[in-house]
């Protein structure tokens, strides 16, 4: 019984709902592992050696008062209209969208869709996404999807770049017409420079390619809203042999002439304004589409149709070969979290309104725009001489007086200069705000009767401009505009994806813990999520405390001097700093360093950031035990010494180990020059026990999408903070459109990602767990990550092999267990793995980093009950592989390799196989209570990438 001073702690405290707080199934759980106590068992699994202090922070608050505390800073931003434009845009989240998607942990919990068979409903709302993006730009195909459209940008950049690579290193320049938008210029130079790239930022219109030019990128429309003709201009960089880029808009593109049809290779964007807030500049999809013939250099996340073992269509994501996982430093990309769930609320957008609904909306924004352009050049102001869709730069006026005006009625417009104004329309403005727009300009202009200025020609666009060809002509964009058609398609693919709502996602390395309902909450505060990432500093105020809360608290808890959170993601973290490595080095007359030691065990992300930041990978050798062969590391760190940049290590181990040696191999990479990047993808082992400062790295990223519990997505968002030592801190990311540059606080390195704060809207989850968590409660996160890690190892252990272990046999917050000795009796990883969908559960991380294997981490806020099930159902899986060794079992004709079983499986008269239908899909009694029912047979990988479809085009099945 509490005692009666502790029954005066709110009734909502936090931790006992995220980790749990039941004595008796802690003290069973460390009965079975034979520890004295929590505490004891933490202390012989974590090397004394790199043991830390407690974590200063604020103490834990109730869930009600943390909500509290945030409404407070929340309302110190300020929620002005947008007018300013440069690719963000005010949309309406259709309110049936807000709730059964971005509110929904349904679709917010599930993770990236590696199992197929159990992830459908959100493969094909991406496969929607890809089928919006390939219609609205006219090309061939595309991906689902990018981090935003200054990376898209750039990695398109790369993409043409690698195109061209090995037919001549002459080709070393790229232009980029200087009306694309300052944040997308800003990322390219960031990304060309470590490559060696020549970025030459210009007019297209007396820009001529030569033969050293390997791409172009231009804005349609421009930056500065006009809408030009690149047919001439790409001709022209074709016949120098140049790659042709179009950043571009997706709901433009429903009245404007699509880039496939005048000459563009690649089209980049982000499709925020279908739908996604705008959140501060993110997250939102990104999205890049090219022709066929590129598929294989494409970067990013692509999914296509295959078929299922009974020969049903089936999705699943295509072409992994090209991604990091495989192809390491010479991958497509570095991306690996994408924007899945922005990228299915897009989707739905489009399918919601359909393609009249979108033509209508992008008809209504560009006759707003042309009725306020008419106004203005009534009262003399000078607009664009081009045509426009959305935007208008506003010449000839006195800016300062129309800022303040904009001002005094809450609205906000785009700066340029002293005489220069930028406005851009969109979905939410209405005639109403055309007329306020226009007061601010000339407090007497008038539209006198809009009526009679409107014309047809306003709302479309004349030869060449205008769009001829149909879009989302596929039956899914054409059936579901009612809201009951589209509430229950919706709901029809939800029920398809298996989520933490139905059980245990147990992926090693991605840390699937409770995205709490308390930290979801503000992700839709418009005090939050309706700000445009330039808006003004002082209508910003709640978000700077936000940032500096979290910046404070991840830099306490890594042990670092600060924290940039603008990548958003662990791949854009880890780039970023490799980054300030480089900058470091440069600033030191060491730019020549450009050796990056990486273990064999690494994850794939690691070597292709790498490559991309300009590096050269040396690949370190891993002994028997799983840990970094310190002898190699030694000696390879010795023989580069004058060239040797950094070290990548993920700590704990990817092997799960708390490697004792980490101190010393630290100090032997300093010893030669180099610095130390530490992957923080495993920081869920270390939270208030040791940090990556303590340990002696000089930065690391932090997955606040793993250990801060901002849900998966489905595969995204994602936010990768990366915290430094002091050494780096000027060399952290800056923004060329952030007010810390202006005022003089410049960061040596560009832009890695389009908004100066990544995926701001979303940084709330994270500042909510750690405020109710206080630093007891994570502290007492991480060791019962380990308890619960140590504990599914001993369960499991005379079952499947432990792989590695650590000081006295014990493992850090997860655990690698061997399946390669059932190769030799024909079963495969992947069998256990498809079984144990039959049994409600989702595979754990498969063969990384070891093949053969699961790589298996529980977390700290799943109970004991939970870990039991998940166990039993591996345990009775191994019972079924035995009796295939037996001979109990057929070889072939066994319920593990016709897993997953569907219900059209086993409803059908023919049952061809020698086990029971009851024991193929209710193995357990949690099956039979909690069925989760797979909605198609094994996924068929190779039939799909041998004949590639990325469109729901033609694709009846899924009408
Ligand atoms: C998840 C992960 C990454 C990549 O992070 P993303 O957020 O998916 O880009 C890198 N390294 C390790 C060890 C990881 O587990």
């Not at 930065?699 to 997505?713: A, D, R, S």
Request: aromatic residues 8%; contains cysteine.
């Amino acid at each position: 019984m509490l005692p009666p001073r502790d029954l005066l702690a709110p009734i909502d405290t936090f931790p006992r709902r995220h980790t749990g707080d039941n004595a008796a199934e802690t003290a069973a759980m460390l009965k079975l592992l034979g520890a004295r106590s929590l505490d004891a068992l933490v202390d012989s699994a974590v090397p004394p050696a790199i043991r830390r202090g407690p974590l200063d922070l604020p103490a834990a608050l109730g869930e009600s008062a943390a909500l509290a505390e945030l409404r407070g800073i929340a309302a110190q931003n300020q929620v002005f209209r947008s007018a300013i434009g440069l690719g963000y845009y005010d949309t309406v989240t259709p309110a049936v969208i807000q709730r059964t998607i971005l509110e929904n942990p349904g679709w917010y919990t599930a993770y990236t869709p590696y199992q197929a068979e159990i992830s459908q409903g959100r493969l094909e709302a991406l496969l929607n996404f890809q089928t919006m993006v390939i219609d609205l730009t006219g090309l061939e195909i595309a991906n689902a999807s990018m981090l935003d459209e200054g990376t898209a940008a750039a990695e398109a950049m790369m993409m043409c770049h690698r195109l061209k690579e090995g037919d001549a290193s002459a080709h070393r320049q790229f232009f980029v017409s200087s009306a694309c938008h300052p944040q997308t210029i800003d990322i390219v130079r960031t990304r060309a420079k470590p490559l060696g790239i020549e970025v030459l930022v210009g007019d297209h219109r007396t820009y001529q390619p030569d033969a050293r030019c390997f791409g172009v990128l231009v804005q349609y429309p421009d930056t500065t809203g006009s809408v030009h003709d690149f047919e001439a201009f790409f001709a022209a960089a074709h016949a120098a042999g140049a790659f042709t880029i179009v950043a571009t808009d997706l709901l433009a593109l429903t009245l404007l002439r699509p880039p496939g049809e005048f000459g563009a290779d690649v089209a980049v964007g982000s499709a925020q304004r279908f739908g996604v807030p705008l959140g501060f500049g993110g997250p939102h999809a990104g999205f890049l589409a090219t022709r066929d013939t590129y598929k294989r250099q494409m970067p990013g996340r692509l999914v296509g149709v295959s078929k299922d073992a009974q020969g049903d269509p089936a999705l699943r994501l295509a072409l992994g070969t090209r991604e990091q996982h495989i192809r390491r430093d010479k991958a497509t990309s570095n991306i690996c979290t994408a924007q899945v769930l922005l990228a299915v609320m897009a989707s739905m957008y489009a399918i919601y309104h359909g393609p009249a609904g979108l033509h209508r909306i992008a008809r209504r924004t560009k006759l707003l725009t042309d009725l306020l352009a008419k106004g203005l050049i009534a009262a003399g102001a000078k607009v664009n001489a081009e045509p426009v869709f959305d935007t208008l730069t506003i010449g000839n006026v006195a800016a300062q007086r129309v800022h303040a005006a904009a001002a005094a009625k809450r609205f906000n417009l785009r700066r340029i200069d002293d005489y220069t104004v930028g406005v851009s329309l969109d979905e939410t403005t209405t005639l109403d705000d055309v007329r306020t727009l226009l007061t601010f300009f000339n407090e007497s202009a008038d539209l006198g009767t809009p009526l009679a200025l409107m014309s047809e020609s306003d709302t479309v666009f004349a030869a060449p401009h205008a769009r001829t060809s149909a879009f989302l002509t596929a039956s899914v964009f054409n059936r579901h505009h009612t809201e009951h058609e589209l509430l229950r398609y919706i709901k029809r693919l939800e029920a398809k994806d298996l989520s933490l709502c139905h059980s245990m996602i147990s992926l090693g390395s991605c840390t699937m813990k409770l995205n709490a309902a308390s930290e979801m909450a503000p992700i839709s505060w418009p005090e939050f999520n309706r700000l445009h990432p330039f808006a003004p500093a002082e209508q910003t105020r709640g978000y700077q405390r936000l940032f500096r809360d979290l910046e404070t608290w991840l830099a306490e808890i890594t042990g670092f001097a600060a924290v940039s959170l603008q990548p958003n993601a662990g791949s854009q973290g880890e780039y970023a700093g490799l980054l300030a490595i480089r900058g470091f080095h440069e600033s030191r007359g060491e730019g020549h360093r450009n050796i990056c030691l990486i273990p064999t065990s690494a994850h794939g992300t690691n070597p292709a950031s790498a490559a991309m930041g300009g590096f050269k990978v040396i690949p370190v050798a891993c002994d028997t035990n799983g840990n970094i062969d310190v002898a190699d590391l030694k000696a390879k760190a010795e023989t580069h010494a004058q060239n040797l940049a950094a070290l990548m290590v993920t700590y704990p181990s990817t092997h799960g180990v708390f490697e004792p040696g980490i101190k010393d191999i630290c100090a032997a990479v300093h010893q030669h020059g180099g610095q130390v990047y530490m992957d923080g993808a495993n920081m869920n082992a270390q939270v208030g026990l040791t940090s990556p400062g303590h340990i002696g790295a000089d930065v690391c990223h932090l997955n606040l999408h793993k250990t801060f519990c901002i849900p998966h997505g489905g595969g995204g968002p994602g936010v990768g903070p990366i915290g430094v030592a002091p050494h780096l801190v000027p060399f952290l990311p800056g923004h060329v459109l952030s007010e810390n540059r202006k005022s003089g606080t410049s960061r040596a390195n560009g832009a890695v990602s389009a908004a100066p704060h990544g995926s701001a809207s979303i940084l709330m989850i994270s500042w909510m767990y750690i405020r109710m968590m206080g630093p007891d409660g994570l502290t007492q996160a991480t060791k019962v990550a380990i308890l619960n890690a140590n504990y599914v190892a001993k369960r499991l252990e005379s079952f499947f092999p432990v792989l590695y272990r650590g000081n006295a046999g014990l493992i850090a917050h997860e655990c690698i267990v061997d399946l390669r000795a059932w190769k030799k009796h024909g079963l495969e990883v992947d069998d256990a793995a498809k079984r144990l969908m039959d049994y409600g559960y989702h595979a754990p991380t498969m063969s990384f980093p070891v093949p053969g294997t699961f790589m298996i981490e529980p977390t700290e806020s799943e109970s004991k009950v939970e870990l039991d099930r998940f166990c039993d159902a591996l345990i009775s899986i191994h019972g079924e592989m035995q009796a295939v060794v037996n001979g109990e079992s057929d070889k072939v004709n066994n319920p593990l390799k016709h897993a997953p079983h569907t219900a059209k499986a086993v409803c059908a008269d023919d049952w061809p196989h020698p086990y029971t239908r009851e024991l193929a899909v209710f193995p357990s009694a949690f099956a039979r209570t909690a069925k989760f029912w797979p909605s198609v047979g094994r996924v068929d990988n190779v039939y799909g990438d041998r004949n590639l479809v990325c469109s729901c085009v033609g694709m009846e099945a899924y009408a």
